[in-house]
């Protein structure tokens, strides 16, 4: 699974896009309870949650590295397995 953050904006408003693809059918419970539950329109396997303040980045963030070590990091893209 992989993860990585993009800045977007909503109304003139800047917010942060949490990133999650390449999951599979057992990381669903996971992210259920994290609040990844967005599905990208078109495309397999990708999730997301839109943060609007640093502190809800930060609860996602954190409840997403609560769950899965990360084992490798390419640029923004951090590479997950679960714990």
């Given at each position: 699974?992989?993860?990585?953050?993009?800045?977007?904006?909503?109304?003139?408003?800047?917010?942060?896009r949490v990133?999650?693809?390449?999951?599979?059918?057992?990381?669903i419970?996971?992210?259920?309870?994290?609040g990844?539950?967005?599905?990208?329109?078109?495309m397999?396997a990708?999730?997301?949650?839109?943060?609007?303040?640093?502190?809800?980045?930060?609860?996602?963030?954190?409840?997403?590295l609560?769950?899965?070590a990360i084992?490798?990091t390419?640029?923004?893209?951090?590479?997950?397995?679960a714990k």
């Open positions: 699974m992989t993860m990585h953050l993009s800045k977007i904006k909503i109304d003139g408003v800047t917010a942060i990133n999650i693809r390449k999951y599979t059918n057992d990381d419970p996971a992210l259920d309870v994290i990844i539950t967005e599905l990208e329109t078109g397999s990708y999730r997301y949650a839109i943060c609007h303040t640093p502190e809800e980045l930060e609860r996602v963030r954190g409840a997403v609560d769950a899965y084992i490798a390419d640029g923004g893209t951090v590479r997950l397995s």
